[in-house]
Each structure stands twice: as structure tokens, then as C-alpha cells.
């Protein structure tokens, strides 16, 4: 079983920052995938970023490339794991209900199973 939780939602004005973290806890196996993914008002849901359990390879939507920085905390086990989303420059476009998601095996946004309940964020001036 895989559960995750977010933290960290909350409002600010355009051009702050805001930081997102999700535990999850649950084995995703050594090909695993976490990533966050939003859903606007009336929106359909998007992906975000996304980071392989190695850490090295991250995935960004271009909307986000340069303000959003995805990484992660991963325990020696593979059991309870942490990823975050510093969110930089903020737009009033960003707003959104942010979602934590993992995949046992990930290409680009596709292939994410498991989902966190969500965080609200909210960018107004």
C-alpha cells in the first residue's frame, strides 16, 4: 500500500515563494517516480514536475522550467520517502489544487497511480 500526504499549501502574492512536501510511505521498487500535478478551477489536471527515485533525472512542464524546483528525500529502505516542490516567482496562474502523486515506473507525466488528497495554493494580488 501506497500513501501520500502534502503539506505546505497556502495564499500569497504573485512573485513569493512557497514550498510544497509530501511524505509517502509504501515501496514504489527501484524504477519508482514521484511527481506533483495540479488542477486550476474549471482545468483539467496537469503534471508539474516529476523526479526519478535516483534523483538525478527531473521532468518539468514548461510552464514552470526556471521558477519550480522538484526534489526529493529518499530513505535507505525505499519505504518512507519525501518530495518537495519549491515553487519561486509565483504567478496568478499557479493557482491551483497541487497534488502529490508516485508510479512504480514513470515516462514523463504518464504512469503515476498513487495520489496525495491535495493542497490548495493560491496566488491573488
Known amino acids: 500500500l501506497v500513501r501520500l500526504v502534502e503539506f505546505g499549501g497556502g495564499s500569497v502574492q504573485p512573485g513569493e515563494s512557497l514550498r510544497l512536501s509530501c511524505e509517502v510511505t509504501?515501496?514504489?521498487?527501484?524504477?519508482?517516480?514521484l511527481g506533483w500535478f495540479r488542477q486550476a478551477p474549471g482545468k483539467e489536471r496537469e503534471g508539474v514536475a516529476t523526479?526519478?527515485?535516483?534523483?538525478?533525472?527531473?521532468?518539468?512542464?514548461?510552464s514552470v522550467k526556471g521558477r519550480f524546483t522538484i526534489s526529493q528525500d529518499k530513505s535507505q529502505d525505499n519505504v518512507r520517502n519525501k518530495v518537495y516542490l519549491q515553487m519561486n516567482n509565483l504567478k496568478l496562474e499557479d493557482t491551483a489544487k497541487y497534488y502529490c502523486?508516485?508510479?512504480?515506473?514513470?515516462?514523463?507525466?504518464?504512469?503515476?497511480?498513487?495520489w496525495g488528497p491535495g493542497a490548495r495554493v493560491t496566488v491573488s494580488s
Open positions: 502523486a508516485a508510479a512504480r515506473g514513470c515516462y514523463g507525466f504518464t504512469g503515476f497511480i498513487y
Open positions: 509504501g515501496n514504489l521498487g527501484s524504477a519508482g517516480c
Open positions: 523526479i526519478y527515485f535516483g534523483g538525478v533525472y527531473t521532468h518539468y512542464d514548461d
